[in-house]
């Protein structure tokens, strides 16, 4: 079965500092994984996903995560955090090779001035 | 290109009471998701529909929770009579043929008193 565990539950910077969530996962086959993000009262929005092609992704907002399958992690990075990335981060990975998402608990993001 | 619309929005009713949730997915997209977002928490997938058809079912407490998509498009997810428990975002998603990307909407938010 795949799953995916978030290590941080809550991750505070202060802007203009790097971010990163940690995630690993477990899976019986090389996965794809993907990174949403929550803000308050809004829907989950695709940051990023990794599907085997490069294991270094990029995505929207100046987020990237790296996938290494050696350490089954694939953790969210940013260089330097700003107000509006305070926000709720779910690291998925499909539950099998179709439709199913499993999503980790969560990691929330606060950022400080 | 509009997004996956949810309404209401934040709905408050006592125990015991109906309640129903409408989402209207993106345009074009036959696949749609209903799913249950406790606190701190990650999403779960409560019933997936492809068009009007519900092939995954499994997870919806089909004693008191009943979805429908009559015409294929939008979509309505009932509960009665709602229990304390039951508070918690309900969130539909939409996924088009040509991606396995899901889209979500921004939720409701259900509080039972």
């Known amino acids: 079965a795949q799953s995916v565990t978030q290590l941080d539950s809550h991750v505070s910077v202060s802007e203009g500092t790097p971010v990163l969530l940690r995630c690993n996962y477990s899976?019986?086959?090389?996965?794809?994984l993907f990174w949403y993000v929550q803000h308050p009262n809004k829907g989950l929005q695709l940051l990023l996903k990794?599907?085997?092609?490069?294991?270094l992704v990029k995505g929207i907002n100046g987020f990237e995560a790296e996938f290494k399958k050696s350490e089954t992690s694939f953790h969210l990075t940013k260089p330097s955090a700003h107000m509006s990335d305070a926000a709720e981060y779910f690291c998925?990975?499909?539950?099998?090779?179709?439709?199913?998402?499993?999503f980790g608990a969560g990691t929330t993001v606060t950022v400080r001035a | 290109e509009a997004g996956v619309v949810q309404s209401p929005r934040y709905k408050i009713i006592e125990k015991k009471q109906p309640v129903a949730f409408w989402c209207n997915p993106i345009?074009?997209?036959?696949?749609l998701y209903w799913y249950l977002q406790n606190l701190g928490q990650g999403p779960e997938l409560l019933i997936r529909?492809?068009?009007?058809?519900?092939?995954?079912d499994s997870q919806l407490p089909k004693d008191r929770f009943s979805a429908e998509r009559l015409k294929g498009v939008d979509s309505t997810l009932k509960i009665q009579p709602a229990e304390l428990g039951d508070s918690a975002v309900y969130l539909c998603?939409?996924?088009?043929?040509?991606?396995?990307?899901?889209?979500f909407g921004p939720g409701t938010r259900l509080t039972v008193l």
């Open positions: 990794y599907t085997s092609a490069a294991t």
């Open positions: 345009s074009g997209h036959n696949t």
């Open positions: 998925v990975v499909p539950r099998s090779n179709d439709y199913k998402l499993s």
């Open positions: 998603a939409s996924t088009g043929q040509a991606t396995n990307e899901q889209f």
């Open positions: 899976s019986s086959y090389s996965p794809s």
């Open positions: 529909y492809e068009n009007e058809e519900a092939v995954d």
